[in-house]
């Protein structure tokens, strides 16, 4: 079964400091592996979208690494700043596969 | 013009009601999809219409209804709905079915069913 794990489930952090966000994966065979951003109430917004053979990406202050060996991927904010608090949530396609497997998403509470 | 834009943001019903939520983007997107969202979880896939045809519907119950008028709008018809399927609805839309990794999401409608 394709399943898609994000830690920590939540975090707070201080405005201005970086903080890293998890995700692994069990998707196969892989295609690729994407990063949202999503504010309560309000649809995903695509940060970053790698494919195998891609192992950073960045969008300003997010950059996104993918280990597609040991199916890891990471998204770390840097500087962050009170408008990165949301959600982010990991999604990861395959090949053979019609569904996006979501994962339960990363709630990022930046405080000043 | 890269937005997918749905109305209304917010919808209260009862469940007597018949509602449709509405879907439009004009970026010349093939796929169309409905997701429904509970707070807290991740989005669920509901239905996929490509090049205005359903393609997918994953064993939604009748009480919703997708329909597709033409390639740049998307309904969801709702009658008779439950208590339970208060969520945020989703609507994305994809160059092509087949290529997942270009999904546009719309900002969503709330919906409260009492």
């Known amino acids: 079964k394709n399943q898609v794990e994000q830690s920590p489930q939540s975090l707070i952090i201080l405005e201005g400091k970086n903080c890293t966000l998890q995700?692994?994966?069990?998707?196969?065979?892989?295609?690729?592996l994407r990063w949202y951003k999503q504010d309560t109430g309000r649809g995903p917004v695509s940060l970053t979208i790698?494919?195998?053979?891609?192992n950073t990406k960045s969008n300003g202050r997010y950059t996104a690494t993918l280990d597609a060996d040991t199916k890891q991927s990471s998204l770390h904010i840097t500087a962050s700043q009170l408008s990165d608090s949301a959600s982010y949530i990991c999604?990861?396609?395959?090949?053979?596969?019609?569904?996006?497997?979501f994962g339960a998403g990363t709630t990022v509470t930046v405080r000043a | 013009d890269t937005e997918v834009t749905q109305t209304p943001k917010h919808l209260v019903m009862g469940m007597t009601n018949k509602k449709s939520l509405k879907c439009e983007q004009h970026?010349?997107?093939?796929?169309m999809y409905w997701y429904k969202q509970k707070a807290k979880k991740p989005p669920e896939l509901m239905f996929v219409y490509s090049y205005e045809k359903l393609s997918i519907n994953e064993s939604v119950p009748s009480r919703f209804s997708p329909e597709c008028p033409n390639s740049s709008l998307l309904n969801l018809h709702l009658h008779a709905l439950q208590p339970e399927d208060s969520a945020l609805y989703l609507c994305?839309?994809?160059?092509?079915?087949?290529?997942?990794?270009?999904?546009?999401f719309g900002s969503g409608t709330q919906l409260s069913v009492l």
């Open positions: 970026m010349g997107h093939r796929a």
């Open positions: 995700c692994n994966y069990t998707v196969s065979p892989f295609s690729n």
């Open positions: 790698m494919t195998f053979s891609e």
């Open positions: 999604v990861v396609s395959a090949n053979n596969d019609y569904k996006l497997s």
């Open positions: 994305a839309s994809s160059q092509d079915p087949t290529l997942f990794e270009k999904l546009f």
